[in-house]
């Protein structure tokens, strides 16, 4: 997706109302805050990699195949280009990547900020 479509899908998941289930996990080189003070929510300060978003760059990035068919409301990722779908189950994937870490250690790191009233 080029960067006015990461952008357009940030403000989408920043509308989200919290505790939905739909806020999506995110990566640890993505950081936002999502300003809730006038209603919906707005992004702001959404960074890739310590930088900004560059409206004209391809950003690639990998999801389910739920999300990326548009459920939970996220249609955004319907007009993403260049798909590729491993037919991998979800759970098999977080279960490789746990055997492959050892331990997880849940942890809140600061990458996302919600701003309220």
Same mark, same amino acid.
């Given at each position: $997706?080029?960067?006015?479509? %990461?952008?357009?899908?940030?403000n989408? $998941?920043?509308?989200?109302? /919290?505790?939905?289930?739909? #806020?999506?996990?995110?990566s @640890?080189? #993505? @950081?936002?805050?999502?300003d809730?003070?006038a209603?919906?929510?707005? %992004?702001?300060e /959404?960074?890739i990699?310590?930088?900004p978003?560059?409206p004209?760059?391809i950003?690639?990035f990998?999801?389910?195949?739920?999300? $990326?068919n548009?459920g939970?409301?996220?249609?955004? /990722?319907?007009?993403?280009t260049?798909?590729f779908?491993?037919?991998?189950?979800l @759970?098999? #994937?977080? $279960?490789?990547?746990?055997k492959a870490?050892?331990t997880i250690?849940?942890?809140?790191?600061?990458?996302l900020? %919600? %701003? @309220?009233?």
């Amino acid at each position: $997706m080029n960067g006015l479509q %990461i952008i357009e899908l940030f403000n989408f $998941m920043a509308a989200i109302t /919290l505790g939905s289930g739909a #806020v999506p996990q995110i990566s @640890s080189d #993505v @950081s936002f805050a999502i300003d809730k003070t006038a209603g919906a929510g707005v %992004i702001k300060e /959404l960074t890739i990699g310590g930088e900004p978003i560059d409206p004209n760059r391809i950003y690639r990035f990998s999801t389910n195949d739920y999300l $990326m068919n548009g459920g939970d409301g996220y249609e955004i /990722l319907l007009s993403a280009t260049d798909q590729f779908n491993t037919s991998r189950l979800l @759970s098999y #994937v977080v $279960m490789e990547y746990i055997k492959a870490q050892g331990t997880i250690t849940p942890d809140i790191d600061g990458r996302l900020t %919600i %701003i @309220s009233r």
